[in-house]
C-alpha cells in the first residue's frame, strides 16, 4: 500500500485568535506533494479534492495522520469528523472501520452524524429546555419532544479552525456565540486528535465560558469492525465495565434511576455478541429498539483515561478498547440507520451496520440533579479525554 504522511506547516498561531480563517485557509494549501496522495484510491482514503470546497465563508479539507505503524486517520475539518479510519486486520490487510462519506458534498447533502464532534451538549435534553441559575432555557426539539446532539445546527454543522501539528495531531478550535442554539455563555472549544503510535486514536477536549452554561462534548464515530459497508455487527464481541445503567423512557430520557445490569440485556461486564442481546423482549430494549442506552461506568469520572470497554470482530480479528475520563458511555447499536445513506465503499447503511460508544455525561444532566453535573461556570474549564485504540487479537 503507497504509503504518504501529512507534512505539518507550523504557523505559530494560537488556536481561537481572531485571524483563525485566515489559519485554515493557510493549512489547507500545505504541500500538495505530501497531501495529495489522499487523491490515490491506492491509500484507501477518499480523495482530498473532494473536501476542498467553501462552507460558511470558509476552506473545509481532508487531512490525514499517520503513525509508526501504518495507520491512517482522515478527519475533515466541517464538524471536525473522523471520515475514515485504516487499522490492520489479522492478516496485515488495511481496514476502513469507520462509517462515513467520500465528499464534503455527501455530508452536506446528508447531515448525518457520522464520525462528528457533537455538542454543545451531546445526546438528549428531555422536552428540549433546561433551568440554570433560576432561568429557563428552551431549546430546538430536534428528536420527538426532545433536543438531540445541540440542536437544529449543533457542532456537527460548524466549521472548525484546523491546525496541524506533525504528522500524528490535529487541532481544532470553534466559538460558539452566546445564544446559539440558545445556550448561554460563549464558549470556546479545542479539540485535539492524536494518533498515538499504539494505535490509538486519543481526542483532548477543553472548554471554557463567559457565562454559566452546561457542556456535553463527545465524538459520534460509526464503527464497523468488520469494514465499513460490509453488513452486521450482530458478530462484534462487546464487553463494557459498567455495573449499572441508566433506564429510559419511551423517548429515550433517562427515568432518573441507576439501575444494576445483573439479570437484564445490558449486563456487557463480560463479552457478549451485540447480537445476541439487541431483539431482547426486555421492556429497555425495546424502548431503544435494541441498545442506545447510557452505562454508568465503574469508578466514574477520573483524572487520567482508564479501560472502559472492548469491542472484537471475530471475522477480522481487529478489537477496539475504549479508554476515558467521562462517567458514562452510549452504547448505540446503529438501529435508526435505514440504508439511505450510501458510504465510501458505495454501499448502503442499512439498520445495525455498525455501533457507537460515544463517551460523555449522562443524558438530560441538566435535568437531573443526581446526575453528574455538566455545568461549567466562568474561570473553569472543561476538560475530557478518550482514546479508540486499536490491535488484532
Known sequence: MKQYFLTAVLLGLLVGCNNS????????????STTTAAADSASGLPERSRFQKDVDGKKNDLYVLTN????????????????SILVPDKTGKMVD???????????????????????????RIGKGQFTLEGKTYKLATNNGPNSLHGGKKGFNAKMWDATPAGNNVLK??????DGEENYPGTLNVDVTYTLTDDNGIRIDYQATTDKTTVVNLTNHAYFNLNGEGSGSVADH????????????????????????????????????????????????????????????????????PRLIATV????????MDVLTTEPGVQFYGGNFLNGKRTGKAGKPYEKRNAFCLETQHFPDSPNQPKFPTTV??????????????????
Open 172 to 177: 481544532l478550535h470553534y466559538t460558539s456565540p
Open 68 to 83: 509508526s505503524k501504518g495507520m491512517k486517520v482522515a478527519i475533515t475539518n466541517y464538524g471536525g469528523r473522523i471520515v
Open 376 to 393: 461549567l461556570k466562568p474561570g473553569d474549564t472543561y476538560k475530557t479525554t478518550t482514546e479508540y485504540r486499536f490491535s488484532v487479537k
Open 21 to 32: 480563517q485566515n489559519k485554515a485557509e493557510s493549512n489547507s494549501t500545505m504541500s500538495d
Open 97 to 123: 472501520v469507520n462509517l462515513g462519506h467520500s465528499s464534503i458534498d455527501d455530508y452536506l447533502a446528508n447531515e448525518s452524524f457520522f464520525g462528528t464532534l457533537v455538542g454543545r451538549y451531546g445526546n
Open 312 to 319: 472484537t470482530s471475530p471475522k477480522t480479528g481487529i478489537s
Open 237 to 304: 464481541l462487546v464487553e463494557i465495565k459498567a455495573d449499572r445503567y441508566t433506564p429510559v423512557d419511551a423517548t429515550l430520557i433517562p427515568t432518573g434511576e441507576l439501575a444494576k445490569v445483573d439479570g437484564t440485556p445490558f449486563d456487557l461486564r463480560k463479552p457478549v455478541a451485540i447480537g445476541d442481546r439487541q431483539d431482547s423482549e426486555d421492556q429497555q430494549m425495546k424502548n431503544g429498539g435494541g441498545f442506545d442506552h447510557n452505562f454508568v461506568l465503574n469508578g466514574g469520572q477520573t483524572a487520567e
